[in-house]
C-alpha cells in the first residue's frame, strides 16, 4: 500500500513543477523604432542602424526583432511586427547630420615618383598598389561633426584631391610631377561610395588643406661601372668519371679554398657601380687575360665572360696553375684585376682490396696487414690497387699513405671450418677527408 501513496506523491510532485515551468506570454500594446546613433550625410542608410523596442501591457519594454523598411517612406525608417494575428507599426524620421570637417592622420613621408601625371592619382588606392605613390603609416580619414567625428579608412570612402606645388600653382589634370618638388594636398570632396555619378556627400568650400606633403625624390646620377671583380667557383669529381657526381665546393668567392688536383675553378667576372652595387651577371664585354706567370697557359673567356681552369697537381716544381691579370674595356674605360690560382695536392681517388691469389691462412695467424707486392712482400695475402686523381707517374706522391687491417685479425687457434672470413679495411685520406674501404675476404685454412 505504502508503495502506491509513494508513486502517487511522485506523480503529483512532478505535475507541480511542470505547472511551475510553464513559459510566460507578454502581450505587446505597442512598438517604437529609434535611430541608434549618428548617421552622416551622404552615408548609406541600414536597418542595423535602427533599433525596435516592444512596449508590453505590463507596463515593461526590450528590445526586439522586426522588419525595418526604409524605402516606402521617403526620410523615415518603418518597423513592422505581427504577433498573435495582431499587426504592430512604427515610424521615425531619419536625422542625417551634416559633415562639418575632414582631416586626414597617421600618415608620413608620403613619395609621388617623378613624371607622374597628377590623374594617376585619381584611383589612390590603384596609384598605391602600382606603387606610384608612397607612405608610411597607417591612413586615417576623420569627419567631424556638430559634436562627435567618426573614422574611416583611406580606401573605404572617395574624395577629390587638389594639389598645388611650392608655388601655390595646382597641378591640372596633364601636368606631372617634377623631381626634387615638393607638394600640398587639398580636400575638396567627399562621398560614402565610389559609384561614378552618386551624391557628393560634402563640397568643401574652400578646399581643406590637409597640411600633407608630397616629396618627389631628386633625379639619381645615372649609375656607371667604376670598377670590376673577380670571382671564383669551384667544383670537385672525386670519383673523376663525369658521371654528374662534381660537388660545388665554393661558389662566387674572391678568396679561393683549399684547391686539390684536377679541381675546376671558373673565372667570372662582374662590374662594380658607382652606386656600390655589382652587376647581377658577369660582364658582356671580351675579357682577355694579361701578364701571365711564367710557364701558365692563358684561360679562354667564352660564353658569359667567364673562363674554367683546370687545376694543376702540386709538385717540385709547379705550385701555380695560372695567374695574371683580367682586361676588360666597358663603354670606352679599360678595367684591370689580377688572379691566381694555385696548384692542388694529388690525391687518392678509390682503393680496391682483394685476395691475393690462393692464399691462405693457418689457425692461430695474426693475419699480415701488409698487402701483397711481387718484389717487398711476396707473402702478403691481399692485394690493394691504389687510383690517384692525377695519374701521371711523376705526379704520385711516394710513400704509404693508406693504413691497414682486418677485422677478425686473428684466425682462431681451434678453427674447425675450412675457410675464415674476415674484413679487410683501408683507411685513407682524399681532400681532407678521411675514407674508409672494408671489402670480406674469405681464405682457406690450411693444417
Not at 87 to 109: C, H, Q, R, W, Y
Not at 298 to 313: E, L
Amino acid at each position: 500500500m505504502k508503495k502506491f501513496i509513494t508513486i502517487a506523491l511522485a506523480v503529483a510532485v512532478l505535475f507541480s513543477f511542470a505547472a511551475c515551468q510553464q513559459p510566460t506570454y507578454k502581450n505587446i500594446d505597442t512598438i517604437s523604432i529609434a535611430q541608434k546613433g549618428v548617421i552622416l550625410e551622404g552615408e548609406t542608410v541600414t536597418p542595423d542602424m535602427f533599433e525596435v523596442t516592444a512596449n508590453y501591457t505590463d507596463g515593461t519594454s526590450g528590445a526586439i526583432s522586426a522588419a525595418i523598411d526604409l524605402t516606402t517612406k521617403p526620410g523615415v525608417a518603418s518597423a513592422s511586427l505581427k504577433s498573435y494575428d495582431k499587426a504592430f507599426t512604427a515610424d521615425t524620421d531619419i536625422k542625417l547630420t551634416p559633415i562639418e570637417g575632414v582631416e586626414v592622420s597617421g600618415l608620413s613621408n608620403v613619395s609621388v615618383k617623378a613624371g607622374t601625371q597628377f590623374t594617376a592619382l585619381e584611383d589612390l588606392e590603384a596609384a598605391y598598389n602600382a606603387g606610384t605613390i608612397s607612405w608610411e603609416g597607417e591612413p586615417v580619414v576623420t569627419l567631424s561633426y556638430d559634436g562627435g567625428s567618426k573614422e574611416y579608412g583611406l580606401f573605404d570612402i572617395d574624395y577629390v584631391l587638389s594639389v598645388y606645388d611650392a608655388n601655390g600653382n595646382m597641378l591640372g589634370s596633364s601636368n606631372a610631377f617634377v623631381a626634387g618638388g615638393t607638394y600640398t594636398v587639398k580636400m575638396e570632396k567627399v562621398r560614402f561610395t565610389k559609384e561614378a555619378g552618386d551624391k557628393w556627400a560634402k563640397i568643401f568650400t574652400p578646399a581643406v588643406d590637409l597640411g600633407i606633403e608630397i616629396t618627389v625624390p631628386a633625379a639619381a646620377d645615372p649609375v656607371t661601372v667604376d670598377d670590376i671583380k673577380v670571382y671564383y667557383t669551384v667544383t670537385r669529381d672525386m670519383d673523376g668519371d663525369g658521371a654528374g657526381k662534381a660537388v660545388t665546393v665554393a661558389e662566387k668567392v674572391e678568396t679561393l679554398p683549399t684547391l686539390y688536383t684536377q679541381d675546376s675553378v671558373v673565372i667570372s667576372v662582374y662590374a662594380v657601380n658607382s652606386d656600390n652595387t655589382e652587376s647581377e651577371n658577369p660582364v658582356t664585354e671580351a675579357v682577355t687575360a694579361i701578364n701571365l706567370t711564367a710557364g701558365t697557359t692563358a684561360p679562354t673567356f667564352t660564353s658569359g665572360k667567364s673562363a674554367a681552369v683546370t687545376v694543376a697537381t702540386t709538385t717540385s716544381t709547379q705550385s701555380v696553375t695560372v695567374a695574371g691579370t683580367v682586361r676588360v674595356t666597358i663603354d670606352g674605360e679599360i678595367y684591370q684585376k689580377p688572379f691566381s690560382i694555385g696548384t692542388g695536392e694529388n690525391y687518392i681517388q678509390s682503393v680496391t682490396l682483394a685476395k691475393q691469389g690462393s692464399s691462405s691462412v693457418k689457425a692461430g695467424d695474426t693475419l699480415n696487414t701488409t698487402p701483397y707486392d711481387a718484389t717487398s712482400n711476396n707473402t702478403g695475402i691481399f692485394t690493394s690497387t691504389i687510383a690517384w686523381r692525377d695519374t701521371t707517374p711523376a705526379n704520385i706522391p711516394a710513400g704509404s699513405y693508406v693504413s691497414y687491417g682486418f677485422n677478425p685479425g686473428v684466425v682462431p687457434a681451434g678453427i674447425t671450418s675450412s675457410n675464415f672470413d674476415t674484413i679487410c679495411t683501408a683507411t685513407y685520406t682524399a681532400c681532407g677527408q678521411e675514407k674508409v674501404v672494408n671489402q670480406s675476404l674469405k681464405f682457406s685454412v690450411t693444417k
